[in-house]
């Protein structure tokens, strides 16, 4: 709803100055972000998630959808 994007867009701000800036010290960050599948998509209903992991932490086995040397037949839900 437009209140929702009017509270988002109104912390951008605090969001840039604080939260943003932490991304550089964090072993993982989930970014949520708009859909590319959807040309002009204005429900935002579909997201395009991010899983980045910081290589070579003690402790720590990065994740991966596929095994290296995989091949990938895929076809994008979208619309």
Not at 38 to 60: A, H, S, T
Request: contains cysteine; negative net charge.
């Amino acid at each position: 709803s437009q209140s929702i994007k009017a509270s988002i867009e109104a912390r951008k701000l605090d969001f840039d100055a604080y939260v943003d800036l932490q991304k550089q010290y964090a072993d993982v960050v989930i970014e949520v972000l708009p859909t590319q599948l959807i040309p002009d998509d204005n429900e935002r209903k579909v997201p395009r998630v991010r899983l980045v992991m910081k290589e070579g932490v003690k402790y720590f086995n990065p994740v991966y959808l596929f095994d290296e040397g995989s091949t990938v037949s895929w076809i994008p839900c979208g619309r």
